[in-house]
């Protein structure tokens, strides 16, 4: 499974923005695209997770703030980042499984694409 993140940029706080993380599988099919973020120094951290069967995890510090979605037609997920603060400054990584898998991480990780948010 390779895994293809876009989306990531600079932003101003308040801004918004949308990630997206397309999971190319030549076998089994991908059912579980997730995302989390670390900041150097700092444990990675859980942010979003959707499965194709349409159920989805936000994590605490995102929550109301922003969403997730998928499209299984086209393997891709999209997060999209509302009202967004400089602690959401990060890399930000995709993540895959062929399970269904909201509460741990896949086994497949993408390279990472970086927010920063700065006024």
């Known amino acids: 499974v390779q895994l293809q993140a876009s989306g990531g940029g600079a932003v101003q706080p308040g801004g918004s923005l949308r990630l997206s993380c397309t999971a190319s599988t030549s076998r089994f099919a991908v059912n579980t695209i997730a995302w989390y973020r670390q900041v150097p120094g700092m444990q990675r951290e859980f942010v979003a997770a959707?499965?194709?069967?349409?159920?989805?995890k936000l994590g605490e510090s995102v929550k109301g703030r922003f969403d997730v979605s998928k499209d299984n037609a086209k393997n891709t997920a999209y997060l999209q980042m509302n009202n967004l603060t400089p602690e959401d400054t990060a890399m930000y990584y995709c993540?895959?499984?062929?399970?269904?898998?909201?509460?741990?991480?896949?086994?497949?990780w993408g390279k990472g694409t970086l927010v920063t948010v700065s006024s």
């Open positions: 993540n895959a499984d062929h399970a269904y898998l909201l509460d741990k991480p896949g086994e497949y």
């Open positions: 959707i499965t194709s069967g349409g159920s989805w």
